[in-house]
């Protein structure tokens, strides 16, 4: 295969009649949403689309959503989906790096839409009128002809340090690889129903989708706003029969803190899989209680690489104070540690960046020659091949397993008291603590303080001592901030800039 609508069509040969994708108002079967695509496909070309350029879409994830992603693939672009709650300016960065010909939206969002993009001089469509068109089959097979698998297949932005919006472009190839393996380490297949946590504009959503194309297995798409309603989440796992959970940790800790198994139990779910932070054990314990039977694996790896680089199998209950690893390297992706010299580096114990490569990676950052150089580069421990390679900027260490455990992110090591000192080795003293639900460390550079923020019952006299029992002196936050809920980005991480202004930082 050099196309994931290779995927589709021969899923779709197979299992015409199977459900592909469901949403609380509709669903499509695997002929169905392969109709769909292909005459949105037709419509996005006859219309000014054209190979290896972008199709931008601004709208709540949908069935129809989805089928039109595809149809900008089968017109031979690559889709980017644009978040209807981002502030203008961003919508308008994020615009500008894409320079799309088109704007797909819905109907809830249109007027939105046009006001954005009709002074941009951009053709602004109803998305749901691209998919119900005729297919133009000899257009497509040429199109199709002219692809190769590193053509483009989607483009995500995330924010970077500076906060300006950083677009990445993934190519075909690095997702049919990472599927293949994805799929098969944890043998997912046609009896699976994938419930989608994660919204269309993050590569999370990779996990669910590309699975479907590739196994026949359903994909049910959870609306954002169930992960505000307990209740309603679970009910909607029950009554949709969900076998695997691809989340982020926000949303697995969401279920826990907020006593989700003690209204319903999703007794079909047999596979959960996280991603995106540092799992506290204590949540991931309640998970375990619930659902003793099913498989718990650690997933890591930036969007760099197309969604994961490792993954391990949580194998037993983890107490407070540990830190379930990252694990191993899925197949076909090679995972390993530099040192600061740019020295590559083995053995229980050894720290060191996290670098990749392989198929897996992204072919950089939109419109950003130079910021992709600085990311993505030569390996330096090999000067015989070409081997190009991205550095993560997370740090971590090899355990007497091999496998990887995560330590910190790079630019999170700060020097304190003249000492060199892990943030993320406090936020695990902290989950350690009776009473704490989430807790993030950050560092106040101007005024050279500590400061410990968390969600939970334990008062903050009793934080502060306890962590002055469990932690060097030159460790214990200067200041310890309680907060009624962590602030998150739109992708469920804990949004390190908000908190930084909730707890006047300076840097």
């Not at 899923?11 to 005459?39: G, M, Y």
């Not at 190979?51 to 601004?58: D, G, K, L, Q, S």
């Not at 133009?136 to 500076?162: H, K, M, V």
Request: glycine share 6%; charged share 25%; aromatic share 8%.
């Amino acid at each position: 295969m050099h196309n994931v609508l290779q995927m589709l069509e021969a899923t779709a040969d197979r299992l015409p009649a199977k459900c592909a994708v469901a949403d609380p108002q509709s669903q499509l079967s695997f002929a169905e949403i392969r109709d769909a695509a292909q005459a949105a496909g037709t419509w996005l070309a006859q219309n000014g689309v054209l190979p290896r350029t972008a199709v931008a879409f601004y709208l709540e994830k949908s069935v129809t959503a989805w089928a039109a992603m595809l149809g900008a693939v089968y017109a031979g672009g690559f889709y980017s989906v644009i978040d209807v709650r981002q502030p203008e300016g961003r919508v308008r960065d994020m615009f500008a790096a894409l320079d799309p010909a088109i704007v797909l939206t819905d109907a809830v969002n249109a007027e939105r839409a046009h006001e954005l993009f009709d002074p941009l001089r951009c053709t602004v469509a109803l998305v749901e009128d691209t998919v119900r068109g005729d297919v133009d089959a000899s257009l497509l097979a040429s199109i199709r002809a002219r692809a190769t698998d590193g053509d483009p297949l989607y483009a995500n932005f995330t924010s970077g340090s500076t906060g300006t919006p950083k677009g990445f472009v993934a190519p075909h190839r690095s997702v049919l690889d990472w599927a293949q393996a994805f799929t098969s380490t944890f043998g997912i297949d046609e009896t699976d129903v994938m419930g989608n946590q994660a919204p269309f504009d993050f590569d999370a959503t990779n996990k669910d989708v590309y699975s479907s194309l590739l196994t026949g297995a359903t994909v049910q798409i959870i609306p954002r706003t169930y992960f505000s309603n307990p209740t309603q989440l679970m009910d909607y796992l029950c009554e949709r029969e969900v076998t695997t959970l691809c989340w982020a940790v926000s949303a697995m800790c969401f279920v826990s803190i907020m006593g989700g198994f003690d209204y319903r139990v999703p007794t079909t779910v047999r596979r959960v899989l996280f991603s995106g932070e540092v799992m506290p054990p204590k949540q991931l314990r309640v998970w375990q209680h619930h659902l003793p039977k099913a498989l718990y694996a650690n997933l890591y790896g930036p969007s760099e690489v197309t969604c994961n680089c490792t993954f391990f199998v949580v194998d037993r209950e983890y107490a407070d104070n540990e830190v379930i690893p990252a694990g191993k390297a899925f197949a076909n992706e090679r995972v390993f540690l530099l040192d600061e010299h740019d020295r590559e580096v083995e053995g229980a114990g050894a720290v060191g960046e996290v670098c990749v490569s392989g198929s897996c990676l992204v072919m950089g950052y939109l419109g950003s020659p130079e910021r992709t150089a600085k990311a993505f580069m030569q390996n330096p421990a090999n000067n015989r091949w070409l081997e190009p390679m991205y550095r993560t900027g997370d740090i971590a260490r090899y355990d007497e397993n091999g496998d990887l455990v995560y330590v910190s992110r790079k630019d999170h090591q700060i020097k304190h008291l003249g000492q060199r000192i892990e943030l993320g080795d406090i936020e695990a003293a902290a989950h350690a603590v009776d009473g704490v639900e989430r807790a993030c460390c950050l560092y106040d550079a101007a005024r050279k303080r500590l400061v410990l923020c968390y969600v939970g019952s334990v008062e903050r006299k009793q934080l502060k001592e306890t962590l002055r029992e469990r932690l060097p002196q030159y460790m214990v936050p200067n200041n310890t901030r309680k907060l009624d809920e962590m602030p998150l980005s739109k992708n469920g991480k804990i949004d390190r800039t908000t908190l930084a202004e909730l707890a006047r930082i300076r840097r």
